[in-house]
């Protein structure tokens, strides 16, 4: 990482101002010092340049991320270069070398697989630019600074959990998955594990096509019901499978329902239409972690944690026809980091 010119001892005021009080737990699922220590000591925050990149902001949970990113960035008064590669691996390649070259201070990436972008996390390795990816599980790369995300088996537990209130052993049941990204493929495995613990029948599964999810998922989805006309459930892997699932099953007038993984806040509309359980995290948590993380190293020396900081807990819950809105908002994350940003840094 690069050097610092703050001195040892600054390090240690904010390490102190960060976690000698009492810590108290959000509604956002962060928690926070209830007021920082060393007389109101602030430390100077550096001006930096950030470089940002999911693998395409056309999808809902993408942007949820890269924005998330943005927002938090500019909070702490830092420009940010974004890219946005729109699916595209060699995009993707092209997008890391030129925020390489662009000379950022560090890059936060939102669910980007290290293999896709190998050559530029080597290059920003020998540039001594930090890589952080956020969001959802990818493989883990010995070239990026750090890894912050939700775990994927809590996840699933918690839609296993609700599905089993509903769905009797023996019923059939259809999948929606997406192989080509690694947490949705961890998703699917662990579902797949858990039917044969629950006695859950898969008669069908469908692997989505990524250029045209919406309408692919719900033709398939049509597709299912109609050569299993007793299918009970459809599990999701993604926040697509909801606008794709939904109006199939509406319009097949079949009481099959949905369970779905990593709903976003279009998912709210959808399940207030009835039959949707839809898991929902505070995904974006790990972009204000990302940056809080590479705000303190710039300030103070400080080493970026491998993964998320054991201060700050990620949230999830099941939203359904009772939800009313969009359970975590990225303005209340922005409300409470800035808080904590104000009492910890000046410019």
């Not at 904010?14 to 962060?30: D, F, K, M, Q, R």
């Not at 775990?151 to 998955?177: C, D, F, H, Q, Y």
Request: charged residues 20%; aromatic residues 6%; glycine residues 8%.
């Amino acid at each position: 990482m690069r050097k610092n010119r703050a001195g040892p001892l600054l390090g240690v005021v904010v390490a102190l101002a960060i976690v000698s009080s009492l810590v108290v737990s959000s509604a956002s699922g962060v928690t926070f010092t209830a007021g920082s220590a060393g007389g109101g000591t602030k430390v100077k925050l550096p001006r930096k340049t950030i470089g940002i990149m999911g693998p395409v902001d056309a999808a809902e949970i993408i942007k949820l991320g890269t924005d998330a990113s943005d927002t938090a960035a500019k909070a702490l008064g830092w420009r940010t270069i974004r890219v946005d590669p729109a699916g595209d691996p060699a995009k993707m390649a092209s997008g890391m070398n030129s925020l390489v070259n662009s000379h950022v201070d560090a890059i936060v990436l939102t669910i980007i697989e290290p293999a896709t972008i190998q050559a530029g996390l080597r290059a920003a390795k020998k540039a001594h630019i930090p890589v952080i990816d956020t969001m959802s599980a990818t493989h883990v790369s010995r070239l990026e600074a750090g890894t912050y995300w939700p775990s994927p088996a809590a996840e699933n537990r918690l839609l296993i959990n609700r599905m089993k209130k509903s769905v009797p052993r023996g019923a059939k049941v259809g999948t929606v998955r997406l192989p080509q990204f690694f947490n949705a493929l961890i998703g699917a495995q662990l579902f797949e594990k858990s039917a044969k613990t629950e006695g859950w029948n898969i008669v069908a599964s469908h692997d989505s096509d990524l250029s045209n999810l919406v309408p692919d998922v719900k033709q398939a989805v049509g597709d299912m019901i109609r050569a299993n006309p007793d299918i009970a459930a459809i599990w999701g892997c993604c926040d697509f499978a909801v606008a794709g699932a939904i109006p199939a099953i509406q319009q097949s007038g079949k009481n099959v329902k949905l369970f779905s993984l990593h709903g976003v806040p279009s998912s709210v509309q959808f399940a207030k239409s009835g039959g949707a359980d839809i898991e929902i995290a505070n995904y974006q948590l790990s972009s204000f972690v990302a940056m809080d993380v590479l705000a303190r190293h710039f300030a103070t020396g400080a080493r970026i944690p491998k993964t998320t900081p054991k201060a700050f807990r990620y949230q999830m819950t099941v939203i359904n026809d009772k939800t009313g809105s969009y359970p975590y908002p990225t303005s209340a994350l922005l409300k409470r980091f800035k808080a904590r940003w104000a009492r910890l840094y000046r410019h």
